[in-house]
């Protein structure tokens, strides 16, 4: 879904005679002598919008598929549900334990198990969906599956042929339990073959609401209700007849075979779930973010009205009280234990993050910095577009330049800062005034806030957009601490936020925005792939770059004084940080197998993990799509210092390896030695600087300035201590070797604030400032 610098684009754009044409068409057109372009249809502030695109700048997908509820809004794309709006026929959905489709000949479902497959020199661990069971009404044949009702982390599809006449299943992350009706016939259940007979309903003395079998040594039951029949008509088939008055029937993939367990299912059985939704708030003074997760439910026979709710990984190395767990599965999250209940609360230390560092002491260091900063303000201008002018590429060019002006401020070097701020205001109303080619669009059929022109499909399916709009915000975020003027809904603060309502509404049921749009709220991260068109689900690879989101969001809401954004911001950003440190970084070791034998996850899909991007399997670009863009909210890759360092001695064999393998691609032997050195420096700044190379390659999203001042830092303050928390959003933490502490604390707001550190330390900050205190 991106491209590598080292393409033959990145080389053509930046010989010297194509860069100077573009830098000077760029500076006519941003000088007003642009063809004239209609006016945008609605006005927002200074800015303004269209309501559709313009010909030849892209298709939305439209979201066809869709009944009952989902019908009237917006479409809830980057789900692990998202295929079931797009497609006739459904992709495999990860539910986990579970996994689910939807096709012509019913909807299927599986307990997966664990495979590899051999990728390009490197095994992928997967656990594939395999149909067990498939479910199929015999009155009537089904048209397509739709999405009929989702929730956070529930949704219904439902398989229709015409009027009252669909078979819908409800299916939702972390449950071992499907939930079905069907209109009208009987429900035959095909098997993919049948080892045992667990419970047998058709046999005298049987429970008839149940029937349970082992199929190629996994345990499934079907929990029908009272007044059921059924019969075998196959070895490998049975038949279900329904009551007129109760259309409906559970199904659930047993961790065992066993009589005690199929009871404890039973018991759960008909408590059929509605709804399921996650509250979070933030304890300012304590550091603390704390969310729940709610699982609303109907008797569907009997009262009971307790489910099984499965919690992951990330779940359990944060619930807050004690869980009971008698079953559990493997899956490819590491295990999932099931506790009876209806909710359980999880609470994180928000480990804070401050929006530039402090100047640097050391004179010869602080002159280093400032020799750089000359040549890289020369430059600034060429930080946009450097591999494409959409929203992907101008957006890591308002990053950099965002990340230059606070190496500026932090120099004292306050004309250049206002320079850059200038240009950053200049880059965001091109796009913003929609005046020029570059425009916003806001759709209202699939409910959408798009830039043209698109990258990486962000318009044709939907892809990535708090990757390119992470940027966005948080660059706009820099300009609000320096210009609260610009950032009012007067000015371009309505636009902004636009662009995150695009990616984090809070609200539910709206037509304009779908909720979170990104952002999976049980399994704790986001989603890249709007369509999810993927056997293996949909996925999500620079997990860094999400990250920027959220902390941009916590950022522009405290700037801003959005107090409910913020605290999302937090909730986002402490989730997301969770998930990549069990996922893709398995610091616990929990849930990537021995086998595997890389270091760590690159990529996660619903149902599977894999060493590789998108656009290329060269271990330095692998490495460090889950690092950048480093800017000061970065820190929290430092979380476990031993563990950088370890990833960091595992990169030269991997490239020794690519290189084996015959790759000659033409990529630089340095390409991103600033983004692997900088992350080095979270473990060691003496190891990050020995990696660096003044002259060496540049990542597109960044400078020299700015890693050079980063690594300086690092090497004057230590590495971060996250232990230590503050009272404030905006602050963080350094240790050096000797075990001295940098503390940093900013305030965005209006009048002073104290702000008391868990070590004891306080810090006095006026208003809009940085402190720092050694």
Known sequence: MRTSDATPLGRQIRTFGRTARVAALCTVLLAGAAPAFAAPDVTLGLGGYFTQLKRGDGTLPVAEFVTGEAVGKAAPTNQWYSSVMFQRWSQPLHAHPMTYRATEEGFELGLPTKRFANVGGSLELSYPHVPAIVVAPTAFQPADARLSKFSDWLAQVSLTAGPGESLTATVLHGSPFSYYECSKGDVRFRLASRDGVLADPTQAGADPRVAAVTIAGRSYAVFAPTGASWQWTQPTELVLRLPADARYFSIAGLPDANDATLRDFLAVAYAFPTDTRVAWSYDEAASKVRSVFTVQTVAREGSNLTTFMGLYPHHWSSVVSEHPSKYGYESVRGRIRLVPGNSFTLERTYAGFVPMWAGLEDPASKESVDSLLVGDRAKAPQLFGKMGRGTYWVGKGLGATAQLMGVAEAAGNTKMRDDLLALLKGRF?????????????????????????????????????????????????????????????????????????????????????????????????????????????????????????????????????????????????????????????????????????????????????????????????????????????????????????????????????????????????????????????????????????????????????????????????????LSVTADTPLYAVFKDKGGARTYLAYNARNAAIKVTFSTGKSIDVPARSLVRSR
């Open 429 to 721: 109303e091109s796009w913003f005034d929609g005046k020029r080619s570059t425009y916003f669009v806001q759709d209202s059929r699939i409910g959408t806030f798009v830039g043209v022109p698109q990258e990486y499909k962000s318009i044709d399916a939907m892809n990535d957009h708090h990757f390119h709009y992470g940027y966005w915000v948080m660059a706009a975020a820099h300009v609000a601490l320096r210009d609260p003027e610009w950032a009012s809904p007067q000015q371009w603060g309505g636009m902004v936020g636009k662009i995150i309502a695009d990616i984090a509404t809070d609200e539910r049921g709206r037509a304009d925005f779908p909720f979170l749009r990104n952002f999976d709220a049980y399994e704790g991260h986001s989603w890249a792939s709007g369509d999810a068109n993927f056997d293996a689900g949909n996925n999500q690879e620079s997990s860094s770059e999400a990250v920027n989101a959220w902390a941009g969001l916590v950022l522009w809401g405290e700037a801003t004084g959005d107090r409910r954004l913020r605290d999302l911001g937090m909730f986002l950003l402490t989730s997301e940080i969770a998930s990549i440190n069990q996922y893709w970084f398995d610091l616990d070791r929990q849930v990537l197998a021995p086998e595997y034998g890389k270091p760590f996850a690159s990529m996660v899909f619903g149902g599977k993990y894999a060493f590789n991007t998108w656009w290329t399997q060269e271990p330095r670009q692998i490495f460090g799509i889950n690092l950048l863009p480093i800017t000061t909210a970065s820190t929290y890759l430092g979380a476990n210092p031993e563990y950088v360092r370890s990833l960091v001695a595992a990169l030269p064999a991997e490239v020794k390896a690519y290189n084996a393998r015959g790759n000659t691609d033409g990529t630089p032997p340095d390409i991103w030695q600033d983004v692997i050195a900088s992350y080095a420096a979270l473990g060691d700044p003496d190891a990050g600087f020995a990696l660096w190379n003044r002259r060496g390659a540049v990542e597109s999203g960044e400078t020299r300035s700015h890693t050079l001042f980063w690594l300086s830092s690092l090497k004057e303050m230590g590495t971060p201590d």
